[in-house]
């Protein structure tokens, strides 16, 4: 399965992933979402995400929302 990667607007720390190329199945109240990335089916998931937990999440909600960590003072994004 290809893992679409997404950045909300409404919250600049949420991403999410789906199985779609659109957003149509992400949540609205975070809306709206931008495309950031494609994970192709034989890549590794960014950050050590596990790709069973991502696909699973994905079947069962239409999605698998996770969120950035916040810098540490003086640290730069």
Do not use: C
């Not at 679409?4 to 659109?22: H, I, K």
């Not at 994905?58 to 994004?77: M, N, V, Y």
């Amino acid at each position: 399965m290809r893992l679409y990667m997404f950045t909300s607007r409404a919250n600049a720390d949420l991403r999410a992933f789906s199985g779609e190329s659109v957003s149509d199945r992400l949540p609205e109240k975070y809306a709206p979402w931008d495309p950031t990335g494609v994970v192709r089916p034989e890549s590794a998931p960014p950050h050590g995400f596990s790709r069973a937990t991502i696909e699973a999440a994905i079947k069962a909600d239409g999605f698998q929302l996770w969120r950035t960590r916040a810098p540490k003072s003086g640290e730069r994004r």
